[in-house]
């Protein structure tokens, strides 16, 4: 049975806020040091991914605003292709499209509560 929308795009919302929260101020030199971090948001861009998948399947009236396709291969890429991620391009996805798909996502939680009677 599908999840309910607004819980993919919870859990998009919570890993979006942790690859911010955890990366805001660091440079691209202190993240490639840190092993655990590196780990971390690659592990946050497979949760996004997935739940962009999801939606996609189940619920696409609700994702048709969001660019789903380079968000799932991005992910499929990092799990199916995980020794040969480029940490430059990682990193360069993280500071360019992770706080638009947060606001975007942000405004499709909103649209959705207010499309609720």
């Not at 092993?35 to 949760?47: C, P, S």
């Not at 605003?65 to 990193?91: A, G, M, Q, T």
């Amino acid at each position: 049975m599908p999840r309910n929308p607004e819980t993919y795009l919870r859990e998009i919302q919570r890993a979006t806020k942790y690859l911010i929260d955890h990366t805001q101020g660091l440079d691209f030199a202190t993240y490639i040091k840190d092993e655990t971090l590196m780990f971390a948001v690659e592990r946050n861009f497979i949760i996004i991914g997935e739940a962009m998948a999801c939606l996609r399947r189940d619920h696409p009236q609700v994702i048709a605003s969001l660019e789903s396709k380079p968000v799932v291969r991005f992910r499929n890429f990092i799990v199916h292709e995980y020794w040969s991620v480029d940490h430059k391009e990682v990193w360069s996805t993280l500071n360019t499209k992770v706080a638009p798909l947060q606001k975007l996502v942000t405004e499709t939680l909103e649209r959705i509560a207010a499309q609720r009677p």
